[in-house]
Every structure is written in C-alpha cells, then in structure tokens.
T-cell receptor
Framework: GQQLNQSPQSMFIQEGEDVSMNCTSS?????WLWYKQDPGEGPVLLIA?????ELTSNGRLTAQFGITRKDSFLNISASIPSDVGIYFC???????????????FGGGTRLMVKP | NAGVTQTPKFQVLKTGQSMTLQCAQD?????MYWYRQDPGMGLRLIYY???????DKGEVPNGYNVSRLNKREFSLRLESAAPSQTSVYFC???????????FGQGTRLTVV
C-alpha cells in the first residue's frame, strides 16, 4: 500500500541534542499526525496538525504541517533518554468519513539517545 | 477511561491452531482497525471497520477474519495459524475513518 517516506530511518544522538525528522509524500494530505512508540508498547499520539503551515508544540516537541501539504516535520529539543523510541508520521486525506479515507503511516524513525 | 484494550498481551500458538484476538474501546469511536507490526515493516493494516456493521480488507488480510461485534468491540481471528503470522498485533480506534487513531498496547503472537 501507499507509504509515507519518513527520514531518517534511525538516529543515534547525544543527550541534550536537538532532533529533526520529516515525512514526505507525493500526494496531498489534509491531516498530519505524529506518534511515538515506546519499546513494547503501542503508538501514542503526540501531535495532530490540520492546516497547511500550522506549527504545533507539545512540550519539547514541535511539529509543522508543510505548506505544500505533502510533508510534515517533527523537532525534539534538548533530547533526554526517555525520548528513545520509534516515531511514526501518519497522514489522512480527509477529516470526513469518506469512502477510501484511511490513515497512511510512515515507516518510522528509530531514535536512540546516548546519556 | 481505559482507551483501547487488547487481550491477550502474549500468545504462543502451534501451526494450525486457531485463536481470536479481542479488542474493546470505550471512547465511543465509530472506526476500528487491526494492524500488524513486523521488524522493519512499520504498521500494516489487516482489516478495518469504518462503522458498526461494516468491515473491509486492508493491506494484508489473507489468513485473517474479523468481527465487529458492536460499537465497542472488534475481534481478529486466525483460523489456522502459520509461522508467517508471528507478529505484534495492534488494535486501534478513531472517531471516524482516517482520523486520528488511538492504539492498544498490542498482542505479541508467536506461531511455532
């Protein structure tokens, strides 16, 4: 099925560093979502974006809905060991219950933090 | 408020055995989903139910069946388990199809 291109696939960073990851698509999405999955757990919704250009923060996390509607970005500032996990982006083409409207997931970015 | 609850959390099956994975949500969501997650493969949609009374195939439906028992519950059945079905299975729900989904904690299934 269609997948979003998420990069990088993995990152190994020093504690305290800032982190940037992105998600791109060849088609337009009207909703972008960012999830985090801790080891052994299910994905947890971090940030939801509904408008092109929107910039939304959740603590040290900031996500942006790209102007072209074909991409989204997630930044984590001053990383800490508990930021370890897999970060997934997801896109949806409509907020309505239209036929065929489904969430499309990226392949994930695995973040590892060195204390 | 428990969110999405999956049972069991772990299961080991022998090839050919059958089992049903249970999922319930208490958020009054219309849509429910079953995903599988394999190393390096991300999340792949098995089946979904856009609303009570409907179910549809996702990306990888072969070997599985589902039942939307009521608005709260959506079960996934493996009729004859195969080693290729060893995976982590996640149930999720969302207010409407394609909107923000909320996930359960997963069922780790091993087929030997």
């Amino acid at each position: 099925g269609q997948q979003l291109n998420q990069s990088p696939q993995s990152m190994f960073i020093q504690e305290g560093e800032d982190v940037s990851m992105n998600c791109t698509s060849s088609s337009i999405f009207n909703t972008w979502l960012w999830y985090k999955q801790d080891p052994g757990e299910g994905p947890v919704l971090l940030i939801a974006l509904y408008k092109a250009g929107e910039l939304t923060s959740n603590g040290r996390l900031t996500a942006q809905f790209g102007i072209t509607r074909k991409d989204s970005f997630l930044n984590i500032s001053a990383s800490i060991p508990s930021d370890v996990g897999i970060y997934f982006c997801a896109g949806s083409k409509s907020i309505y219950n239209n036929a065929g409207n489904m969430l499309t997931f990226g392949g994930g970015t695995r973040l590892m933090v060195k204390p | 408020n428990a969110g999405v609850t999956q049972t069991p959390k772990f299961q080991v099956l022998k090839t050919g055995q059958s089992m049903t994975l249970q999922c319930a949500q208490d958020m009054n969501h219309n849509s429910m989903y079953w995903y599988r997650q394999d190393p390096g493969m991300g999340l792949r949609l098995i089946y979904y139910s856009a609303s009570e009374g409907t179910t549809d195939k996702g990306e990888v439906p072969n070997g599985y069946n589902v039942s939307r028992l009521n608005k709260r519950e959506f079960s996934l059945r493996l009729e004859s388990a195969a080693p290729s079905q060893t995976s982590v299975y996640f149930c999720a729900s969302s207010p409407l199809r394609g909107t923000e989904a909320f996930f359960g904690q997963g069922t780790r299934l091993t087929v030997v």
